[in-house]
């Protein structure tokens, strides 16, 4: 069997998924090979896994700003979000009001959906032309009868920054809960859940170098909140089942190896992201931003090139792997609906592409990203 990757194309699709980190895979591998109890058990064997856990569990805690208590280990970003909004509701029958964004991920979108289908109100607030929540249309959605205010801290196609803080303060003055799906900032940009004072926030492994299929949930201490699934007492009473151990260890690696050099490597990747797009600005006229100029991700940029189709684009320069938009959308060639909700025309829409950077990436790739996706452009023409 051929290698797919034997070529080598230059990988900025970082926020579709990361790289196991060498330490990351480290850290995994004696809960693949050497120990094999289960954590519930109260044996040796067992408690070596425990402790495994519990290292992991303090290590995401101290990477977002809580107490080790309060991490809640799923299987990803997706069950994490499906739990804190649907494990709320199923915990507050007497409030039946959610209040969210329209350029929410699915993992978002779809459980609020859910629960629009079970005769819950839903209002979905718009954004301005940066990706950004408008503030304003959310106090005004915001009642006495709203259970829960979930709106994402960074877009996954733009990068957009939302003011989680802020609305945060809006949900609370009502008596509503705060939740955020912080899966693409976590280990990108610093992430306190106290300073933005959420009451729930959703981490996935495979955003920060974790493998996929492990993710956490952080549920404030007196958040009243029940387990979608029936079974054990796992992980305080919340997700029932034997713990991923190995997966669970790496996403604590993980969140170690972004707390110890968070600021260092933003600004790395920040500069190599500026860099492609001052490249690309050179030689492509009339290029376009997607998403806030300043208070985005530092990996991400998304741009609207000119007179062609995003997909067309990216199928013509296979020396780079990026895309369209989320990877949960993959396949589609309409244009995004996260950049017409920003009111950017569909024609201007269908060409965009996302380009997220990351740990592995460096100025010469970069540069040669930049050359391989202005050529494509212009055969184009």
């Not at 009001?97 to 959906?113: D, K, Q, R």
């Not at 303060?169 to 799906?181: F, K, V």
């Not at 592995?360 to 540069?367: K, P, S, T």
Request: glycine share 10%; proline share 6%; charged share 15%.
């Amino acid at each position: 069997m051929t290698d797919p990757t034997r070529s080598r194309p230059v990988y900025l699709d970082h926020n579709a998924s990361t790289p196991v980190l060498p330490e990351v895979l480290e850290a995994m591998l004696p809960y693949l090979s050497q120990h094999y109890g289960n954590p519930s058990s109260t044996h040796v064997y067992g408690r070596v896994m425990r402790q495994a856990v519990e290292r992991a569990r303090e290590q995401v805690a101290s990477l977002i700003d809580c107490d080790s208590g309060e991490i809640c280990f799923t299987s990803g970003g997706t069950e994490a979000n499906n739990l804190a909004i649907r494990g709320v509701a199923a915990a507050n029958p007497g409030r039946r009001h959610i209040v969210t964004s329209v350029v929410e991920h699915p993992a978002t979108s779809g459980p609020c959906a859910c629960l629009e289908a079970a005769a819950y109100r839903v209002d979905r607030v718009a954004v301005d032309h940066t990706g950004a929540v408008k503030i304003p249309d959310i106090s005004a959605a915001i009642g006495n009868g709203t259970l829960l205010v979930t709106v994402m801290h960074a877009n996954s196609e733009t990068g957009t920054l939302q003011a989680i803080g802020e609305i945060s303060g809006l949900a609370h003055a009502t008596g509503a809960l705060m939740h955020t799906d912080a899966a693409q900032s976590v280990g990108k940009v610093p992430v306190s859940v106290r300073r933005e004072e959420v009451d729930l926030l959703s981490v996935a492994g495979h955003k920060l170098y974790a493998p996929p299929g492990v993710g956490a949930l952080f549920v404030r201490s007196g958040t009243p909140i029940e387990p979608l699934l029936l079974g054990a007492g796992h992980e305080h009473g919340l997700r029932p089942g034997t713990e991923n151990v190995a997966a669970i260890a790496g996403l604590g690696q993980a969140c170690a190896i972004a707390h110890r050099n968070l600021a260092e490597e933003a600004l790395r990747i920040a500069a190599l992201r500026d860099h492609l797009w001052g490249r690309l600005q050179q030689q492509i006229p009339a290029l376009a931003l997607n998403g806030h100029p300043v208070n985005r991700l530092p990996n991400t940029l998304n741009v609207r090139f000119p007179g062609v189709s995003g997909n067309a684009l990216l199928a013509e320069c296979p020396a780079v792997a990026a895309s369209t938009g989320s990877a949960c959308h993959a396949g589609k060639n309409s244009a995004s609906a996260v950049i017409l909700a920003m009111g950017v025309p569909p024609e201007q829409a269908a060409g965009s592409v996302r380009l997220t950077l990351g740990r592995g990436n460096n100025r010469g790739e970069i540069d040669q990203a930049a050359d391989a996706l202005i050529r494509a452009w212009r055969k184009l023409q």
